[in-house]
C-alpha cells in the first residue's frame, strides 16, 4: 500500500441517485482546496453537457481494451455495457498532493478498498425507488426502458452498500451534502456518524 498522508474517499449510488451534483456542490466549498476528484476513463457515449476531461476521458473500446491489456488501471469495471476505469496515472498524479474523490460504482469501491485500506466508502442511498425514478426521469436522459435497467440495477447496487463505512441518506440535498462535509471535511469517523440509513429501509430498498 503506498505511504499517503492524504485520505482517499470513494462515493457511490445507483444511478440518478444524484451524487454528481452534490460532488460538484463539495468542490465549491472552499475546504475542498486540498480535494483532487479522480477523472475515469470511460467508453460510453458522451451525455448532453458531459465535457472531456472535466466529467470523464472518453475512449473508444479498442483505446480502453489496450489500456487493460497494458495494465494501466487501478480498477476497471462494466456499467450498462460500457467500460468505465480509474487509471493509475490519475491516481498517481492526483493523490499525491491531495486527498482524492472517486466517483465509483460498488465493484470500482470494493476494489479500491482491496488496495487502499485506509479509503472511505460513502454510498448516497435513495429514500424510495420511487423517489430515484422520479429523479431518473426528471434529469431527462433517459428512455424509459433505459430507466427500468437502471431502477432493477439500483436494487443490486443499494444491496452492496452493507460494505460501506458510510451510508448517507440523500433525501435531502442540504441535508445530505451536510453528512458528505461531516465526512470529508470534518473527518467524523464511520464510529461517530450518525446515520439516517436504517437496516429496515436498505431492505425494503432491495426487495
Ligand atoms: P454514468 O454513466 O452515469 O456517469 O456512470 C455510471 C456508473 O459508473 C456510476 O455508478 C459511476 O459511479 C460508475 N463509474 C464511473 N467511473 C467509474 C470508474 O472509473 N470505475 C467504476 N468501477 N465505476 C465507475
Do not use: C
Not at 460513502?122 to 433505459?146: H, M, Q, T
Not at 433525501?171 to 439516517?196: G, M, V
Request: no cysteine; net charge neutral.
Amino acid at each position: 500500500m503506498p505511504e499517503n498522508l492524504h485520505k482517499l474517499f470513494v462515493i457511490s449510488s445507483p444511478s440518478g441517485g444524484g451524487k454528481t451534483s452534490l460532488i460538484n456542490k463539495l468542490f465549491e466549498d472552499s475546504r475542498s482546496l486540498d480535494f483532487e476528484k479522480s477523472i475515469s476513463d470511460t467508453t460510453r457515449q458522451k451525455r448532453q453537457g458531459d465535457v472531456e476531461g472535466i466529467d470523464y476521458y472518453f475512449l473508444s473500446e479498442k483505446d480502453f481494451k489496450e489500456k487493460i491489456q497494458k495494465e494501466e488501471y487501478v480498477e476497471y469495471a462494466t456499467v450498462f455495457k460500457n467500460f468505465y476505469g480509474t487509471s493509475k496515472r490519475e491516481i498517481k498524479k492526483k493523490f499525491k498532493n491531495s486527498n482524492l474523490v472517486l466517483e465509483l460504482d460498488w465493484q470500482g469501491a470494493y476494489a479500491v478498498k482491496k488496495l487502499y485500506d485506509d479509503a472511505q466508502l460513502i454510498f448516497l442511498v435513495p429514500p424510495s425507488l420511487k423517489d430515484l425514478k422520479k429523479r431518473l426521469i426528471s434529469r431527462n436522459l433517459d428512455s424509459p426502458e433505459s430507466i427500468e435497467k437502471r431502477l432493477s440495477e439500483a436494487k443490486k447496487e443499494i444491496s452492496k452498500s452493507e460494505k460501506y463505512d458510510f451510508l448517507v441518506l440523500n433525501d435531502d440535498f442540504e441535508k445530505a451534502l451536510e453528512d458528505l462535509s461531516l465526512i470529508l471535511f470534518e473527518r467524523i469517523s464511520a464510529f461517530d456518524y450518525d446515520s439516517r440509513v436504517s437496516k429496515d429501509l436498505i431492505k425494503r430498498l432491495v426487495e
